[in-house]
């Protein structure tokens, strides 16, 4: 246990400080080249700088292949690997406009080396009844997840601090439930994503300095999928993801269609005079986490987003009690 | 409005328990051995079908689910 130690604290430390110490100077780049979108929740003209995603994929890829140094283990690759291929598939998305297709397909091809280095383990863990065998069944659930996971966490960044504050809760509570399911390497291997989170939120808390981009949000939740994957912790992964899968789930229901925000014609919420957020009436906007919060009244971008943090921190409570309850059979 | 939002998690978290427990004691045992070699081919199949049923029994157990705890939000 104790030689586990010296890499956790390492890499961690690695994680937070790099993510932490480039950000600031890559802020000033995307700003100099002009590479700033409008906030739209702010009454003045405020640009922010975007994407952030690379300052995020550095930390991720350091502190990864630190503890590769350790441990040689194909499951960091797999995270390395599929991490940065996600980050790639976001920076493009970031750069130009591509279609509703393009992030979903490319995201099940940057799953597949989880296959090649044979980087997970085909039994599906259920709480209170135990393992299910499903040889063939996993491998379509390993080609799915990469896209679920890289597309639920963008489609929640939708507000300042909301992308990397939720990942912040939803990471660091499922490291907490591999430690408490005694899987010691991986859940050391998945601390760097809580810590890049962590760092990365200074600069995207309301007031954003920065956005992190399709790139960002996409590296956060592909790292989130193959975490679950190689730690087979992909029930657990869900709870505490549940208020972004309900967020994804309200709009696919709504809109009936796999398709882009940017194609969305209604808006979902619209400002108040004191430019709070409050929702519309719009039928044909799509219903979204945002715009149920916002039913009960007109709330600011910061009430928001602790809303949305307090739902995570419900949910990740939700997945430590499942994890508890792994070990528990009927 | 809030506590539906926490009422949905919860439910969501109870169909997720109640979805792993039906795959574990129907699908985890289910194997058909008569078509030698390829058996494991057959019962993988009929194991990614009926998963796939009971998603789309889930998605639509969820869906009336919405409608309930939020019928008079989604009057948008």
Same mark, same amino acid.
Not at chain 1, 82 to 89: E, G, H
Not at chain 1, 229 to 251: D, R, T
Not at chain 2, 39 to 46: L, V
Not at chain 2, 61 to 68: E, R, T
């Given at each position: ?24 100077? $890559? ?59 996600a980050f790639a598939i ?33 039994? $599906? ?49 499922l490291s907490i439930c591999l ?152 | ?76």
């Amino acid at each position: 246990m104790i030689e586990l130690i010296i890499p956790a604290i390492i890499s961690c430390i690695l994680a937070f400080f790099v993510v932490y110490f480039t950000t600031p100077p $890559l802020i000033k780049i995307l700003v100099k080249k002009n590479y700033t979108v409008k906030d739209m929740n702010k009454k003045e003209n405020v640009m922010v700088a975007r994407p952030g995603g690379i300052s995020i994929i550095l930390g991720i890829v350091v502190s990864e292949l630190v503890l590769y140094g350790f441990f040689q283990l194909n499951e960091i690759l797999a995270i390395i690997i599929t991490t940065t291929a996600a980050f790639a598939i976001g920076y493009v998305d970031d750069r130009k406009v591509m279609g509703g297709w393009f992030k979903p397909v490319t995201l099940a091809i940057a799953a597949l080396p989880i296959i090649f280095l044979g980087a997970y383990d085909s039994d $599906l863990a259920f709480p209170l009844f135990g393992d299910v065998q499903i040889p063939l069944l996993y491998l379509g659930l390993i080609i799915f997840m990469i896209p679920i996971t890289g597309n639920t966490i963008n489609s929640i960044d939708v507000l300042n601090g909301v992308a990397s504050g939720f990942m912040v809760i939803a990471s660091f509570t499922l490291s907490i439930c591999l430690f408490i399911l005694q899987n010691y390497e991986i859940a050391i291997v998945s601390l760097p994503l809580g810590f890049v989170s962590l760092a990365f939120y200074k600069y995207h808390k309301i007031p954003s300095k920065i956005f992190p981009g399709d790139s960002g949000a996409l590296t956060f939740g592909a790292m989130y999928g193959v975490i679950a994957i190689i730690g087979g912790v992909e029930i657990i992964a869900a709870i505490a993801l549940l208020p972004a899968v309900i967020n994804s789930f309200l709009f696919l229901s709504s809109v009936k269609r796999v398709v882009e925000h940017r194609q969305i014609k209604g808006k979902p919420v619209e400002h108040t005079d004191d430019f709070k957020l409050k929702a519309t009436n719009d039928k044909t906007a799509p219903v979204t986490l945002v715009r149920l919060i916002l039913a009960g009244g007109p709330l600011t971008e910061k009430q928001i987003g602790f809303a949305i943090f307090k739902l995570a921190i419900f949910s990740g409570v939700l997945a430590i009690i499942t994890a508890f309850m792994m070990g528990v059979s009927l | 409005m809030k506590s539906g939002l926490y009422g949905f998690l919860f439910a969501m978290w109870g169909l997720i328990i109640i979805g792993g427990g039906i795959m574990v004691v129907l699908l985890g045992p289910f194997s058909i051995q008569q078509y030698g070699d390829f058996h494991w081919i057959i019962t993988s199949g009929i194991k990614v079908t009926i998963a796939l049923i009971l998603v789309v029994i889930w998605i639509l157990i969820l869906s009336k689910l919405k409608n309930y705890i939020f019928k008079k939000e989604l009057k948008f």
